[in-house]
């Protein structure tokens, strides 16, 4: 088997003879974009620029793995958010210019309306899944595709004014919860459209609704049922990935149903891989201090630390800084 064969396999719950190193997150890297003479900022709304940015981390350093899309906002975008793309040439990923609804109440009738894919008629989507074809008939016999999105809970907090939000979970803890299944909807259609374009896995990148962020009991109430109920619509496998100290919650994400969790550096592994059980852990570089910041023998330390604490693939904990060395990044299988 190629690398390719043995992450499919790994991902379908089989043993591998090898911890590969890959990522379901954001890999792209100023060196790649400059060999394929692309700037960050134009990629996002062409797919073909967009298919050779996300293929150039594996082209430059063989790491077996593509990601797109090359931000998080596509699905605000498409429910009717403005983006900011930072034309000005920068290192930056688009965000949201600013929130659309004042409550989570008026959420439901929205996404309703815009089920399935013949109702995209705004936004990415459906360039997106041009783009993954593209990849997929590039270098898709030698990679894996990771088709990203956010989770339920990340996605809401790019759509709706936060203290009116936070409010209403306190007095109207059910219409949170029934805006966050309405986006898990929305986003598991999504992500089919990922996947039948040719994407082999989904992770759902939930960097807001971590428990280290919102609370272990916040994310127990509103954050899991959530992306329980997405990873439940979605076609397997799934990658969960959770940003900051997970360890209250931690007992609640082989629950989820994801295929595999990644977890990055603040969160224990050897505690996540006592929690998860079965369930195949990712993780966890530091992408800032040790990728970015780091030298090749930081990496390794890392690489050898994190394979000894039971991860079963070794991720960057977060998504990459786009100036990290490329050379830090080819340190990152270990061997």
Not at 100 to 108: A, L, V
Not at 269 to 278: C, E
Request: proline content about 6%; hydrophobic content about 45%; charged content about 20%.
């Amino acid at each position: 088997m190629n690398m390719r064969e043995k992450i499919i396999s790994l991902l379908s719950g089989q043993k591998v003879d090898t911890v590969p190193a890959f990522s379901g997150l954001i890999h792209v890297t100023a060196e790649g974009l400059a060999r394929e003479g692309l700037k960050l900022h134009e990629v996002h709304q062409d797919a073909r620029k967009m298919a050779r940015a996300s293929a150039s981390t594996f082209k430059l350093t063989g790491m077996p793995s593509a990601t797109l899309p090359l931000d998080l906002c596509a699905p605000a975008e498409a429910l009717g958010s403005e983006l900011i793309f930072y034309e000005d040439g920068g290192l930056q990923f688009p965000q949201v210019r600013k929130v659309i609804f004042q409550s989570t109440r008026e959420i439901g009738e929205m996404v309703s309306g815009k089920l399935g894919i013949g109702n995209w008629g705004i936004g990415r989507i459906l360039l997106i899944c041009e783009a993954i074809r593209l990849v997929k008939e590039d270098v898709g016999k030698d990679i894996v595709i990771s088709g990203m999105i956010p989770g339920p809970y990340t996605l809401l907090l790019y759509l709706c004014n936060l203290p009116n939000m936070v409010l209403e979970m306190k007095k109207e803890p059910q219409a949170v919860l029934d805006a966050l299944f309405h986006l898990s909807s929305f986003l598991a259609e999504i992500g089919k459209a990922y996947r039948e374009a040719g994407a082999d896995f989904i992770t759902i990148h939930d960097m807001g609704g971590s428990a280290g962020f919102v609370g272990p009991s916040v994310y127990e109430q509103f954050v899991f049922p959530a992306e329980k109920d997405l990873i439940g619509k979605l076609p397997k496998p799934s990658v969960l990935s959770v940003c900051g100290r997970m360890g209250k919650a931690l007992h609640l994400l082989p629950l989820t149903g994801a295929e595999a969790v990644s977890v990055d550096q603040l969160t224990e592994v050897k505690s996540a891989r006592k929690a998860l059980g079965d369930v195949r852990l990712f993780g966890n570089l530091d992408p800032v201090t040790t990728l970015w910041q780091g030298d090749e023998a930081d990496v390794t330390r890392a690489v050898v630390g994190a394979k000894e604490a039971g991860v079963d693939a070794i991720w960057p904990g977060c998504d990459l800084v786009p100036s990290t060395p490329i050379q830090n990044i080819r340190m990152m299988p270990g061997e």
